[in-house]
């Protein structure tokens, strides 16, 4: 099983490692564990990729997939697909200094008739990557329609580096699915798992010869348990406001309960930590001690 830190800018990196660095803070149990940069400048993603490699981390992944607008207008992320000559740069150059293994996660394109997820994988073999990670969506669609597996298995038909498939797997039955229709080396899991991370486990378990139909079903109590386990988490990591930035993952831990809309109505007009904590323990029934 692999771990993946979320994207850190490699300019902020650069600009102020001490504070960008708790992004990237991790523990030994969670090894082995991929720490994500992004960014357009090959001379600030080599540095951010020797900061990050020093850190202890077992791999660097660049992030060659993300289509939100902001990171898009700064040249990162899925526009690096429409300049292959740039994106060559950065990985050549990261791949230098990182002082671990360099994987890439792409998407199948910036758009249909651009550049493609197969053409980037190949590149991205020649110039030292280790893995590729591929989400078969354009970067203009964002989220919208379902992936094209078929572009998993072109690329791995092309390279001869594990090829990492992502896009729609929400069971450990889609998960088989991908592997036998396209023949990736491994599965990527993201929105299925908010507010569930037990599917890690059943995926897992279905890939070691379990039963993919066998699925984690915990109660109300253990959900909530571990709601306040994660949320404990953030207070400690994350600067800001936690209740702010958790109001989400609760109401993704609460998908399917019966009675979840209120309890997301709740959490959304709650402010203070006191009040979120009485909501969930209200909502879950569980106790707060910690
Ligand atoms: C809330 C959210 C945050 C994400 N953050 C990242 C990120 O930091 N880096 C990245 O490569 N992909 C990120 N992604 C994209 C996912 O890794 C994945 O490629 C995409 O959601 C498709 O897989 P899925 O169908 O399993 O969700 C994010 C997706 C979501 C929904």
Not at 8 to 33: C, G, Y
Not at 102 to 130: H, I, Q
Not at 215 to 227: A, C, F, N, S
Request: charged share 25%; proline share 4%; with cysteine.
């Amino acid at each position: 099983d692999l771990v993946c830190t979320e994207m850190v800018s490699s300019e902020a990196l650069v600009r102020n490692s001490r504070k960008t660095e708790r992004l990237l803070r991790f523990d030994d149990f969670q090894r082995p564990i991929s720490a994500q940069i992004f960014g357009a400048k090959p001379e600030v993603m080599a540095d951010a990729a020797a900061i990050v490699g020093s850190s202890g981390v077992d791999l660097i992944d660049i992030n060659v997939g993300c289509s939100v607008p902001k990171i898009l207008k700064s040249g990162s992320g899925v526009a690096l697909m429409r300049d292959p000559d740039l994106l060559s740069q950065i990985m050549r150059r990261v791949v230098e200094s990182a002082g671990v293994p360099v994987t890439v996660k792409m998407r199948a394109g910036y758009e249909k008739n651009s550049c493609d997820c197969v053409f980037v994988a190949k590149l991205a073999e020649e110039f030292g990557v280790s893995a590729v990670t591929v989400h078969p969506r354009y970067g203009v669609d964002r989220f919208r329609g379902k992936s094209d597996w078929s572009l998993i298995r072109s690329v791995k038909e092309t390279v001869a580096v594990p090829v990492i498939g992502n896009g729609d797997i929400d069971s450990p039955a889609a998960a088989l699915r991908m592997i036998d229709e396209t023949g990736c080396d491994a599965v990527m899991v993201g929105r299925a798992a908010l507010g569930n991370p037990w599917l890690f486990g059943d995926i897992s378990a279905a890939l070691n010869g379990g039963s993919p139909a066998e699925t984690t079903r915990p109660d109300r109590q253990e959900i909530g348990k571990v709601l306040l386990w994660h949320y404990r988490m953030t207070v400690h990591e994350s600067q800001g406001d936690p209740v702010r930035r958790f109001r989400k993952f609760a109401a993704w831990y609460s998908r399917g309960l019966p009675g979840s809309m209120g309890f997301r109505n709740w959490i959304n007009a709650v402010r203070t930590d006191a009040a979120f904590r009485a909501a969930v323990v209200d909502f879950f029934r569980v106790s707060d001690a910690e």
